[in-house]
């Protein structure tokens, strides 16, 4: 079991409607040592790929992406969801829907942070059914730029965004994948990978 794990089985908290709340460490209340260990982690697992540039989307991926950053020595580009007078000049759009909040959002790169030359790798706190995923890939094949791998700090193993992701040929390493949750009991099954 690794690190990841561990924390959300002492830490998790199972909610009806297969969410898992982990604010106490992950995206409301951040463990900087846990984020630390994990973008080492990445950098193991995408060690051998020309990563020149990390791409997140707006909020919780922002902190972890931030800390793998310092492991790849690249810069941290996030997807905004909405626009703001500060942005200008040409935009990449993508119509994604979150899983967690139920509702569409267009998010938002600025073009002049992505190009051709970049080999971008994804991270993102969670893949549930892959709508994120899957509109920050548009983003990027829209810049010409290269998806070189998918980081995920959790996978919810049983909704259909990873098998959707992998099924497209892209590199998903995903920390901890959960099998199945039990809001009754609190009980969490990982997969073993």
Known sequence: MNVLEERILKDGIVKEGNVLKVDSFLNHQMDIGLFNEMGRIFKERFAEKPINKILTIEASGIGIACIAAQHFQVPVVFAKKSKSINLEGEMYVAEVESFTHKCR???????????????????????????????????????????????????????????????????LESLAIIEGMDASTGEIQFSRQ
């Not at 942070?113 to 548009?138: E, M, R, W, Y």
């Not at 990027?140 to 998806?147: E, F, I, L, P, R």
């Open 105 to 171: 959002n267009h998010v938002i790169v600025a073009q002049k942070f992505l190009s051709p030359d970049d080999h971008v790798l994804i991270i993102d706190d969670f893949l549930a059914n892959g709508c994120a995923l899957q509109g920050l890939i548009q983003i990027v094949q829209s810049a010409g730029a290269t998806v070189e791998g998918i980081g995920i700090a959790v996978e919810k193993g049983f909704q259909s965004g990873g098998r959707i992701i992998r099924n497209l040929g892209f590199q």
